[in-house]
Each structure stands twice: as C-alpha cells, then as structure tokens.
C-alpha cells in the first residue's frame, strides 16, 4: 500500500518537475532529469543568487556535488541576480513539493510571504550565505554561512595595525588615513555586516576617514570603474577596503593604469580567498585577504537531511575561516579551489 503510495506521489512528481524545470529555464536553472540523478528519495529545491564572482560558482558547485555525493535531487534554479526570480523559483519548489527548500537570500528584505507559503505547504527552508530579515523567525529553520560581522572586523584590525605610525603621527601632522570602500550588493547581509564590522573597530579613530563608498555589486568590472571614478576624485588615498575580491582585482587594474602600486602605495585588504587574491597577496599587490568559505555543499545538503527527516537543526552556524596576511608564510596557502 505503503508502496503505491510512494509511487504516485513520485509520478506526481515527475509530471511538476518537468512543468517545472521548463518554467525554471527562464531562470537559468539547470534542468535535471530523474535519469540523471539518483533518485535518493530526498529532493532539495535550491534558489542560488546567480554567478557574479568565482566564490559565487564555486559554491555552487559545491552544493552539487554534495548533493551528487549523498544521491540527493537537486532542483538548481539560478536567480541571474534577481529577487524576483529567486521569490518564483521558491514558489515553484512549493508547488513541486520539494522535501526541503534551501536559499542563499540575494538582500535581507522580501521573504515573508513566500516563506509563509512554504511553511504552508509543510517545507522546512534552510537559509544560507546571507541571512534574511524576517518578522517571524520560526518561517526558517536555520542558517548556515559566513559570519560577515567578523570579516568586516578582521578588516578594521588589519588597516587599524598597518596605519599604527601614521596614527601615531596624527596629533602633530593633522594627516588623515583615507580609506575608499567597495561596498557588496546593497540591502544584502553580507555586504551590511562586513561595513558594519570595519566601522565599529575604527570608531574612536578619528584618524580615519572613509571619503568614498560606493556598491560594485561585488562584480570585478564594477570594481574596475570605481577605481577608475575615486582616482579621478583623489590622488590621496591609503587604503581600500573591499567587500570581495572580484572588486578588489578590478580595482588593482585600475589602479596600475593609472601608474600607482597596489598593495604599496594604495594599502588593500579584501574578503573571500580565492586564488587570484592569494595569487596578488604573493605578489605584494594586496595586503590583507579575509577567508569567506564558500565550500559549505556538504553541510547544507547534510542539514537538509536532518530536516528532512523531521530533526531541528542549529539557529546559526557559520564555517570555519582565516585571514592571510602579507607577513605570512604564504607558501602554506593550499591551493584554493575558486
Ligand atoms: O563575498 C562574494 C559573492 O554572499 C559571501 O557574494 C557571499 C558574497 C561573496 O558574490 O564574492
């Protein structure tokens, strides 16, 4: 009996999927046949923001092949950087009837109601990567990402400590330390946190100055044109903080067009830790990277198990990261992956 059942409700789920993938197409999702994955029982709907930087692809990829590694469906719709496809694509995971939804929130804002839907629908969701801003905390089960708050700290520290002299120096030369911020996407946690930890530890330093920031939207070309529009604006600049290093990378171009030394006479410090920043911070062009692990397949398509097998899982919890320094032994950096 028991069987039968099973068997419609996979029919059932068939017919939805195929509606579904071929609606989801219009959001880049990537279909997926039942042929071509296992069917593990467990179908996991999974809203990602888009593709905007090399941390973006590989944690996408990480999610598949997590889920590829433990025989879970995964049901992959690529929001192409738009709330409103990631709000259809949840609701197409409602009317699929996935076992468990999992998201990567592309801003805090805009949740409610589909979240209410799915909880309507008896899907438990798991937010990850950024978090959301919800009036009922209960619509999520939990979060499992990066603590942006610490990154942006991590960052304040290391400017803090690099300026120690020019600090030092400032009550008799008046000379202001002028940091240029590349900000993340606007409205998005991580962006929110990491601006929110880089000020609170250089609040109380009235040596510092933050004269420019502006969102690149953490894509490298926008990162480029910023750098390109602050160096028209200042030829006085000690320092960039950036959000991530796809900006950071095109900012560094910007900055050698123009004839300066990134890392030597513009200071950087930038979050993420892919290989190209590592590559830079060999290289003396950057000073500082903030790890912002985005390899968290295995934990996400783990907690979603757990979820859908009926458990609670932890509120919040973020991954393991470090911060690379220019006075590290840099030969220890593992190759990164992204
Ligand atoms: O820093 C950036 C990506 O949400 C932590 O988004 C992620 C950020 C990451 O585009 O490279």
């Known amino acids: 009996m028991i069987h039968d059942k099973n068997r419609i409700r996979k029919l059932?789920?068939?017919?939805?999927?195929?509606?579904?993938?071929?609606?989801?197409?219009?959001c880049g999702a990537q279909k997926k046949s039942f042929s071509q994955a296992?069917?593990?029982?467990?179908?996991?709907?999974?809203?990602q923001i888009g593709a905007e930087s090399a941390w973006r692809t590989c944690n996408t990829r990480s999610v598949q092949d997590a889920a590829?590694?433990?025989?879970?469906?995964?049901?992959?719709?690529?929001?192409?950087?738009?709330?409103e496809n990631q709000i259809k694509a949840l609701r197409s995971f409602i009317a699929y009837q996935v076992d468990v939804i999992a998201f990567i929130p592309i801003v805090t804002d805009g949740w409610d109601n589909v979240l209410q839907e799915a909880r309507d629908a008896g899907i438990p969701v798991l937010v990850t990567d950024r978090k959301i801003d919800v009036a009922d905390q209960s619509l999520y089960a939990g979060f499992i990402g990066t603590d942006s708050l610490k990154e942006g700290r991590d960052a304040g520290l290391f400017i803090l400590n690099k300026f120690k002299d020019?600090?030092?120096?400032?009550?008799?030369?008046?000379?202001?330390?002028?940091?240029?911020e590349l900000f993340g996407t606007e409205g998005s946690s991580v962006a929110i946190g990491r601006a929110e930890g880089f000020r609170e530890v250089l609040k109380g330093h009235p040596e510092f100055r933050i004269v420019y920031s502006k969102s690149g939207d953490f894509l490298r070309s926008k990162g480029y044109e910023l750098a390109v529009e602050f160096l028209g604006m200042y030829d006085d600049i000690d320092a960039i903080f950036s959000h991530n290093d796809g900006m950071s990378l095109g900012a560094i171009e910007a900055i050698e067009e123009r004839g300066l030394r990134p890392g030597t006479?513009?200071?950087?410090?930038?979050?993420?830790?892919?290989?190209?920043?590592?590559?830079?911070?060999?290289?003396?062009?950057?000073?500082?990277?903030?790890e912002c692990n985005p390899k968290t397949g295995p934990e996400i398509i783990k907690l979603a198990e757990r979820l859908a097998a009926g458990e609670n899982i932890p509120r919040l919890?973020?991954?393991?990261?470090?911060?690379?320094?220019e006075t590290d032994d840099l030969s220890l950096i593992e190759p990164r992956g992204y």
């Open 38 to 47: 296992e069917d593990s029982g467990i179908i996991v709907g999974f809203s």
């Open 12 to 26: 059932f789920r068939i017919i939805i999927f195929t509606i579904l993938t071929s609606c989801l197409v219009g």
């Open 68 to 83: 590829a590694e433990r025989g879970v469906q995964l049901v992959y719709a690529n929001a192409e950087q738009k709330q």
């Open 317 to 325: 919890q973020y991954v393991h990261e470090e911060v690379f320094y």
């Open 265 to 290: 006479d513009i200071v950087i410090v930038t979050i993420d830790a892919q290989q190209a920043a590592i590559d830079a911070l060999r290289a003396g062009k950057v000073n500082c990277v903030i």
């Open 166 to 180: 020019k600090r030092e120096r400032f009550a008799e030369t008046n000379e202001y330390i002028n940091i240029v």
